[in-house]
């Protein structure tokens, strides 16, 4: 079967660094991609990896191994409005994307 | 651009009815993908097309969803008839191929649909 597995709750504070964990077991492997959900709202796109390494955008990274099937999100200097829910996905073949089942990050004051 | 365009927003309906939801993309893009999304099942994909074509609907739970494309700019999903189980939020999302391999989706703001 196909998997993606990511921790389902992150807690931190303002100000803070969080990294949100995935790793994925998938019959193809094209590329993964992480999206931001807030509640009552639509997932939105934040980042795509097809290589290893390190992509930055602003306050967020995402960094990707293929040997190990893991890739992370890291998010900086966390703000209040960063509280929502976090998903990998994976591109394992064609252009479907093939979602995890999410993180929900929680930033306090 | 508007983004991609869903409609109706909310629906409510009893089980056995039709239901049709809408979806237009936004313009140029040549991928569109039908999600549901709910507590227990996360978000999965129902079906996608490219250039009006259906290419995958392995996802497409039974016999009683349906989904067109019948030009670039409109997309349905019907379900007949409805169950209350089918009740979830389900996005339409569209992508451009050339923008990292159509990974970079682009959701409309989805239809909460409640069969009672």
């Known amino acids: 079967g196909q998997s993606l597995e990511q921790p389902s709750e992150v807690t931190a504070v303002e100000g803070a660094i969080v990294q949100i964990n995935c790793t994925y077991q998938t019959s193809g492997f094209y590329g993964l991609s992480w999206y931001q959900q807030h509640d009552g709202g639509a997932p939105t796109f934040l980042s795509y990896?097809?290589?290893?390494g390190l992509e930055e955008t602003g306050r967020f990274s995402s960094f990707l191994s293929r040997s190990d099937s893991y890739g992370y999100l890291l998010l900086q200097e966390l703000q209040m409005k960063d509280s929502a829910s976090y998903f990998c996905a994976v591109r394992s073949s064609g252009t479907a994307l093939i979602f995890g089942k999410g993180t929900t990050l929680s930033v306090s004051s | 651009d508007a983004g991609v365009i869903q409609s109706p927003r909310h629906e409510v309906t009893e089980m056995g009815q039709e239901v049709t939801l809408r979806c237009k993309p936004i313009s140029g893009h040549d991928y569109l993908f039908w999600y549901r999304q709910t507590m227990m099942r996360g978000l999965e994909l129902l079906i996608y097309?490219?250039?009006?074509?259906?290419?995958?609907d392995s996802g497409m739970p039974e016999d009683r969803f349906s989904a067109k494309m019948p030009n670039a700019s409109f997309s349905t999903l019907k379900i007949q008839p409805s169950e209350p189980r089918d009740s979830a939020v389900y996005f339409c999302?569209?992508?451009?191929?050339?923008?990292?391999?159509?990974?970079?989706?682009?959701f409309g703001p989805g239809t909460r649909l409640t069969v009672t």
């Open positions: 990896n097809a290589l290893d």
């Open positions: 999302a569209s992508s451009l191929t050339t923008r990292t391999s159509g990974s970079e989706q682009y």
């Open positions: 097309f490219n250039n009006n074509v259906p290419i995958d």
